[in-house]
């Protein structure tokens, strides 16, 4: 599977050719009777087996996505396909298959953790009820509730209730999971734990996708990304494609940042900007030790030169235009 970053509308015919890929759209719309339009022609490809960060800021159609793909609502146009099959034609056969954490946990308030994870269960009719009680027990030891198992819902702190929902997903094996915000009011070793779980279900073949906020988070275990911005998807491939669609920043540490921006400009080189001590702008097609050998022929004193790519919170700037924002 070619999981090249896109510029435009239609960039991938993925389910033409869905081998390989757990998640697969073409021209997923959705259209709400207000005229606003919501989802617009998006193109997912997930490969199987990746950690896919799904990148927006808020009201960029993430969750909306997330909802077209499980069936909770129904696309105005296009058709996707999950684990390789049709939706919604095939929901009965897939969502067994496919856990979820769509927009926050919901569960009855007034039982505990472990009747709420019981009850969920239940409804599950693919599922051998006589291994119910080992299944629960698994589920809230590997996100770190058992001791909290049979303690009320509504005590829960957030945190807590982000943790019975991941259990939730996880009370049978799947092949595919879809979190919204996973890591939502965990603390910091909250989230390490969940970042490690994640880790170590996506090491067993199961594929994860990942909607967030958490910039760090994607680059520590994401190996694929696709941003959302209003409604489109505006970029979509591996990390190291995505970083490589940006040019490199030529940064100079001088003491002449004036001269040095001066020397930049005189090369080409576009977005030029200084600090104290420093110029910098980003290189195109300019081969840095071009760029250092004309500081130098302009007796520019550099104690320093580094040509970096943007990081992801930057190439996101640049991809949406806007700052990232934390509410997702």
């Not at 599977?1 to 073409?26: C, K, Q, Y």
């Not at 077209?68 to 009965?92: K, Q």
């Not at 979820?100 to 409804?123: C, I, K, M, Q, T």
């Not at 580094?306 to 990081?311: Q, S, T």
Request: aromatic content about 4%; glycine content about 10%.
């Amino acid at each position: 599977m070619n999981s090249t970053a896109v510029t435009d509308r239609h960039p991938i015919s993925v389910i033409d050719d869905p081998a390989g890929l757990a998640i697969s759209s073409a021209g997923l719309t959705k259209r709400f009777h207000s005229g606003q339009v919501a989802v617009n022609a998006v193109d997912l490809a997930v490969p199987a087996g990746s950690v896919y960060g799904f990148l927006g800021p808020n009201g960029s159609g993430k969750t909306t996505t997330i909802r077209l793909l499980l069936g909770l609502i129904a696309p105005t146009s296009g058709r996707h396909e999950l684990l390789g099959e049709p939706m919604p034609a095939r929901a009965a056969r897939v969502l067994p298959r496919v856990g979820a954490l769509v927009e926050g946990p919901a569960f009855h308030p007034y039982l505990s953790g472990r009747a709420n994870l019981r009850r969920l269960d239940a409804a599950d009719r693919t599922v051998d009820p006589a291994t119910a009680r080992a299944r629960i027990g698994a589920a809230l030891d590997r996100v770190g509730l058992s001791a909290a198992a049979d303690k009320r819902y509504r005590h829960y702190s957030l945190g807590m209730r982000q943790r019975l929902a991941i259990a939730g997903a996880l009370l049978r094996p799947r092949d595919l999971l879809i979190l919204d915000e996973p890591t939502n009011g965990l603390d910091p070793q909250g989230t390490r734990e969940v970042r490690t779980l994640l880790g170590a279900l996506a090491a067993t073949g199961t594929t994860v996708v990942l909607s967030t906020h958490l910039l760090s988070e994607v680059e520590q275990i994401c190996t694929h990304v696709g941003v959302m911005h209003l409604g489109s998807l505006v970029a979509q491939g591996t990390l190291a494609e995505l970083r490589a669609r940006s040019a490199p920043r030529a940064q100079v540490v001088t003491s002449a940042p004036d001269r040095a921006a001066t020397v930049l400009r005189e090369l080409g080189l576009a977005g030029v900007e200084t600090a104290p001590d420093e110029a910098s702008g980003l290189l195109g097609d300019v081969p840095p030790e071009r760029v250092v050998a004309a500081l130098v022929h302009a007796d520019v004193p550099v104690s320093g030169f580094a040509a970096r790519r943007a990081g992801l919170e930057e190439l996101f700037v640049q991809l949406t235009g806007e700052g990232f924002d934390v509410s997702g």
